[in-house]
């Protein structure tokens, strides 16, 4: 900036060196030949207009060369910040791969663990022995379901999935998931209830897979937050968006504070007041999943209220 405003400055100086030296050449020819010394003038005009002009050359060379170094400079930040976003993806790929071998490792001893502790729950007999095995096996549950959300996130950051569209039976997926969702509800006082507008077809063609990633962890949280109330689960055509399938899950629960509702969709986010166990990958993984399908969701919350969450699904030709 600075180098600049002298190349200015020094522009203007060599502009007014030149008009000085035509004054020097113009005023004296109009004037009377007879007054001399008149040639001093000239050669004086003629010399300022000669230094004038070796001025603005020097300074047009010297804001050439400026030039240049500014664009060297800004090839070279530009470069700086290409490697850098390439470390940054590099880093991310292999926090992604971490990721998903840690789940993979963990869920088959984690399996074991769950089929050891039903088994332990119907032979052994003895004071307390009930209570303890429920505690491990509520406690294993949990785990396999942070390392589920965490498997999920893992393949939806790191590859490029293509959807695998096929034949779904939505009523069928979604009664799956709330029964396995009511299973959560032994300490909590919620009904959940399904709702299929008749319009939606016996089977709708979509990715088969991340529908039920994001109804899953939708409905689980809607359960997990909602201790006394209920979770309802609707599923219609959408009249605004053509061949589209809009879900919504509704839930009487704490709510989300309006800060926070931007927030929840990031990974491993957790709000401050949550008690309840998990990774804070679930809405992250309904995200990421959406994006993969080309869908949208839509949160509308008031804190001490519940949630609503609108996912909108386009349905293969």
């Known amino acids: 900036m600075t180098s600049a405003v002298v190349t200015g400055r020094g522009m203007v100086g060599a502009l007014g060196l030149i008009v000085l030296g035509l004054s020097g050449v113009l005023v004296p020819m109009a004037m009377s030949e007879t007054r001399p010394p008149f040639w001093i003038w000239q050669?004086?005009?003629?010399?300022?207009?000669?230094?004038?002009?070796?001025?603005?050359?020097?300074?047009?060379?010297?804001?050439t060369e400026e030039s240049r170094q500014g664009k060297v400079?800004?090839?070279?930040?530009?470069?700086?910040?290409?490697?850098?976003?390439?470390?940054?993806?590099?880093?991310?790929?292999?926090?992604?791969a971490i990721l998903g071998m840690t789940s993979h490792e963990l869920r088959t001893p984690l399996s074991k663990i769950l089929?050891?502790?039903?088994?332990?729950?119907?032979?052994?007999?003895?004071?307390?022995?009930?209570?303890?095995?429920?505690?491990?096996?509520?406690?294993?549950?949990?785990?396999?379901?942070?390392?589920?959300?965490?498997?999920?996130?893992?393949?939806?950051?790191?590859?490029?999935?293509?959807?695998?569209?096929?034949?779904?039976?939505?009523?069928?997926?979604?009664?799956?998931?709330?029964?396995?969702?009511?299973?959560?509800?032994?300490?909590?006082?919620?009904?959940?209830?399904?709702?299929?507008?008749?319009?939606?077809?016996?089977?709708?063609?979509?990715?088969?897979?991340?529908v039920g990633q994001v109804a899953a962890n939708l409905i689980t949280n809607a359960v997990k937050y909602t201790r006394d109330g209920s979770v309802i689960v609707r599923a219609r055509m959408s009249v605004d968006e053509g061949n589209a399938l809009e879900l919504v899950v509704q839930d009487t629960g704490r709510g989300i504070a309006p800060g926070e509702q931007a927030l929840v969709w990031e990974p491993f986010y957790r709000s401050q007041s949550a008690t309840e166990p998990g990774s804070g990958l679930g809405l992250a993984v309904v995200k990421l999943a959406l994006d993969k399908l080309g869908g949208r969701v839509r949160l509308d919350s008031t804190l001490g209220h519940g949630s609503t969450f609108t996912v909108s699904l386009p349905i293969s030709a």
């Open 115 to 210: 089929a050891a502790t039903e088994l332990l729950e119907i032979v052994a007999h003895g004071e307390g022995v009930a209570e303890a095995t429920a505690e491990l096996y509520s406690a294993a549950e949990t785990m396999t379901h942070q390392l589920t959300d965490l498997a999920s996130y893992a393949e939806l950051a790191g590859a490029k999935p293509r959807p695998r569209t096929e034949q779904l039976d939505l009523r069928k997926c979604l009664a799956e998931i709330v029964r396995a969702a009511q299973s959560m509800t032994d300490e909590h006082r919620v009904t959940v209830e399904v709702d299929v507008a008749p319009e939606v077809p016996s089977t709708v063609r979509l990715d088969a897979l991340r």
């Open 73 to 96: 400079q800004a090839d070279a930040a530009l470069a700086a910040v290409k490697s850098a976003g390439e470390e940054v993806q590099k880093t991310l790929q292999v926090r992604t």
């Open 43 to 63: 050669w004086i005009g003629s010399a300022s207009i000669l230094l004038g002009c070796l001025v603005v050359v020097s300074n047009a060379r010297a804001a």
